[in-house]
């Protein structure tokens, strides 16, 4: 403002273009407001008006844009559905998802490696109360892993286990009737076929479980579609432990170097396998430590390094040839009552190894006591404290191998050589 004038207005307007518009389509509105304007020696109070045009829209108009409206929400339905377009799709823009490194690596193992992981479904036959027809009830589920080419899947015993027929779906979701080749129920491993066509079977690869090391960084894939609903899911962690041991399941016989993982192992997520970061397999996911059944964020899987061995009996034999000494021995908590340290023989049938070797099983005399049997307390000079021991030392051996079985005999200890034989085939 002028350093002489002082000005209070308030002005209200519309745009230029408003203000020709026809008396007949607008309503005049006048606002006064008066204008003190000082000078020098003279005051004057000047009354000015102003007029304020608002549009009024006609019953034409307004009919005329209720038209235009349709016609444009109709256009662009039309283009929607010609153009087969996700109507909801249509209307977000696509930004492109920046990812990290690790995340990039992370998306493309998952991706790389999920049409080798399989769904698999323990069917039992059973006879129904009343009608008395024999139907097949799922009574399990679990996943595997696409081992070769030639149709053979890897999976956990204790998901086949009890099954009169088994199936297989693969990533695409073709199902295929499967066989049992062979399975180990010591260490928990089956291997299954299917006679699916080879383009559609994708191995994984095979890794090295023997330099693994504590801290590093591990995924578990499976495909729990029973338990939860869900398609192939991941889950990450760390190796956690190493050379752990944990029992069989079927037949409670100590497995070695089991790997420990705080990689989630969901029901259902039995049988698949644990990927290092680089995608391939260190080892089956086998079993979580949990009194509630849900994960605790412990998790044991089967190192690759044995089952790698055992899955190659099974296929090239059907069953494995693994040494024994043919006996049964007492559990660990008797032997420790009795206070003495190692493995009390309460059977060995003559035409075992041990019963051809000579080794006394325990039994009662004619006054009905107890006389106790050999207790072997070492072999191969490695010394033997309970049958986890004994188990572990056995598996170090071979088919036909002669060890040496030192026991305590009364109060004697005496040296018994053993010729090692397979098996028995339990299939």
């Given at each position: 403002?002028?350093?002489?004038?002082?000005?209070?207005?308030?002005?209200?307007?519309?745009?230029?273009?408003?203000?020709?518009?026809?008396?007949?389509?607008?309503?005049?509105?006048?606002?006064?407001?008066?204008?003190?304007?000082?000078?020098?020696?003279?005051?004057?109070?000047?009354?000015?008006?102003?007029?304020?045009?608002?549009?009024?829209?006609?019953?034409?108009?307004?009919?005329?844009?209720?038209?235009?409206?349709?016609?444009?929400?109709?256009?662009?339905?039309?283009?929607?559905?010609?153009?087969?377009?996700?109507?909801?799709?249509?209307?977000?823009?696509?930004?492109?998802?920046?990812?990290?490194?690790?995340?990039?690596?992370?998306?493309?193992?998952?991706?790389?490696?999920?049409?080798?992981?399989?769904?698999?479904?323990?069917?039992?036959?059973?006879?129904?109360?009343?009608?008395?027809?024999?139907?097949?009830?799922?009574?399990?589920?679990?996943?595997?892993?696409?081992?070769?080419?030639?149709?053979?899947?890897?999976?956990?015993?204790?998901?086949?286990?009890?099954?009169?027929?088994?199936?297989?779906?693969?990533?695409?979701?073709?199902?295929?009737?499967?066989?049992?080749?062979?399975?180990?129920?010591?260490?928990?491993?089956?291997?299954?076929?299917?006679?699916?066509?080879?383009?559609?079977?994708?191995?994984?690869?095979?890794?090295?479980?023997?330099?693994?090391?504590?801290?590093?960084?591990?995924?578990?894939?499976?495909?729990?579609?029973?338990?939860?609903?869900?398609?192939?899911?991941?889950?990450?962690?760390?190796?956690?432990?190493?050379?752990?041991?944990?029992?069989?399941?079927?037949?409670?016989?100590?497995?070695?170097?089991v790997i420990q993982t705080d990689a989630a192992i969901n029901p259902g997520n039995s049988g698949g396998p644990l990927l290092d970061s680089s995608g391939n397999l260190i080892g089956i996911?086998?079993?979580?430590?949990?009194?509630?059944?849900?994960?605790?964020?412990?998790?044991?899987?089967?190192?690759?390094?044995?089952?790698?061995?055992?899955?190659?009996?099974?296929?090239?034999?059907?069953?494995?040839?693994?040494?024994?000494?043919?006996?049964?021995?007492?559990?660990?908590?008797?032997?420790?009552?009795?206070?003495?340290?190692?493995?009390?023989?309460?059977?060995?049938?003559?035409?075992?190894?041990?019963?051809?070797?000579?080794?006394?099983?325990?039994?009662?005399?004619?006054?009905?006591?107890?006389?106790?049997?050999?207790?072997?307390?070492?072999?191969?000079?490695?010394?033997?404290?309970?049958?986890?021991?004994?188990?572990?030392?056995?598996?170090?051996?071979?088919?036909?191998?002669?060890?040496?079985?030192?026991?305590?005999?009364?109060?004697?200890?005496?040296?018994?050589?053993?010729?090692?034989?397979?098996?028995?085939?339990?299939?």
């Open positions: 403002m002028a350093a002489n004038h002082s000005l209070f207005s308030t002005f209200y307007s519309t745009s230029p273009s408003s203000q020709t518009l026809p008396s007949s389509s607008t309503k005049l509105l006048s606002i006064s407001k008066t204008i003190s304007l000082h000078r020098p020696q003279t005051h004057h109070n000047i009354i000015c008006s102003h007029q304020l045009l608002v549009p009024q829209r006609s019953p034409v108009t307004k009919f005329l844009e209720s038209c235009l409206l349709f016609s444009t929400s109709v256009a662009l339905s039309v283009s929607i559905f010609a153009t087969n377009v996700d109507p909801v799709a249509a209307f977000v823009v696509a930004t492109p998802r920046k990812l990290q490194t690790d995340e990039l690596a992370t998306v493309r193992l998952f991706q790389d490696n999920t049409p080798s992981v399989v769904y698999i479904t323990n069917l039992a036959s059973k006879q129904d109360a009343f009608t008395l027809d024999v139907l097949e009830v799922p009574q399990g589920s679990g996943s595997g892993f696409v081992w070769d080419r030639n149709g053979h899947v890897v999976t956990n015993y204790h998901v086949i286990r009890g099954a009169s027929d088994l199936r297989v779906t693969l990533a695409d979701q073709t199902t295929y009737e499967a066989k049992v080749v062979g399975f180990d129920q010591d260490k928990d491993v089956a291997v299954l076929h299917i006679d699916a066509p080879q383009e559609k079977l994708r191995p994984i690869p095979i890794g090295v479980s023997a330099d693994l090391l504590v801290g590093q960084k591990v995924f578990a894939i499976g495909n729990p579609v029973s338990v939860f609903g869900l398609d192939h899911t991941l889950t990450t962690g760390v190796i956690s432990g190493l050379r752990r041991e944990i029992s069989s399941a079927a037949t409670g016989r100590p497995i070695q170097d996911n086998t079993a979580i430590y949990s009194p509630s059944g849900a994960s605790s964020g412990v998790g044991f899987s089967i190192p690759v390094d044995t089952v790698g061995g055992i899955v190659d009996q099974l296929v090239r034999f059907g069953k494995v040839t693994r040494p024994i000494l043919g006996i049964k021995f007492a559990p660990d908590q008797s032997t420790e009552q009795l206070g003495v340290s190692g493995v009390l023989v309460l059977d060995a049938p003559p035409n075992g190894p041990a019963g051809k070797a000579g080794m006394l099983s325990t039994k009662r005399d004619n006054f009905g006591r107890l006389i106790l049997g050999d207790i072997i307390t070492s072999v191969n000079g490695k010394k033997v404290t309970n049958g986890s021991d004994l188990y572990r030392i056995l598996d170090q051996c071979k088919v036909g191998e002669t060890v040496t079985v030192e026991v305590l005999r009364g109060d004697h200890v005496q040296k018994i050589p053993v010729v090692l034989e397979p098996k028995p085939d339990e299939t």
